[in-house]
């Protein structure tokens, strides 16, 4: 019985150090994307994005509205996914699912804002969200921001 046990882990331990690796670099991955989001969220707060779609905020004279686009595809990783396949088993909340969704957007709305600063402009308004899913697994989402940007005069409320 010893050595069966013994066989046993040398079979599986290599499955299980790279479960736990990939599991690790994954997370850690993660929560480095996300501490660049706040920090990027942070430098372009001063572009005003407003999701009204017949708001029309007050533009300065030569001001003329041009569509900016923020586009992004995110993938979770797969050990992650496994863990979410045999939660939705239960019926639990896939939270994985809500990080990489959250990620996407948070990811598109900051590349949206990017575009619109270095066009010059201060103000989305009109934006719009877009979450595609990608492969059948739902592990790779395709997010795309978009809205009309300006020079607007107003100042942030």
Do not use: C
Request: hydrophobic share 45%; charged share 20%.
């Amino acid at each position: 019985m010893n050595q069966s046990f013994t066989q046993m882990l040398i079979n599986y331990a290599p499955l299980v150090i790279l479960f736990v690796v990939g599991w690790f670099f994954g997370a850690r991955h993660e929560r480095q994307h996300l501490a660049r989001l706040v920090i990027s969220e942070k430098e372009l707060g001063h572009i005003i994005v407003s999701t009204e779609r017949f708001y029309r905020p007050k533009i300065s004279a030569n001001s003329e509205g041009e569509l900016v686009l923020g586009s992004v595809v995110i993938a979770q990783d797969y050990f992650k996914m496994v863990i979410a396949r045999i939660l939705s088993l239960f019926g639990k909340n896939l939270t994985t699912y809500e990080t990489l969704l959250d990620r996407a957007r948070r990811e598109a709305v900051v590349r949206m804002r990017i575009q619109a600063q270095a066009k010059g402009y201060n103000h989305i308004y009109g934006v719009r969200l877009e979450v595609t899913n990608i492969n059948q697994l739902g592990s790779m989402v395709e997010a795309i921001a978009y809205g009309t940007a300006v020079i607007s005069t107003q100042n942030r409320s």
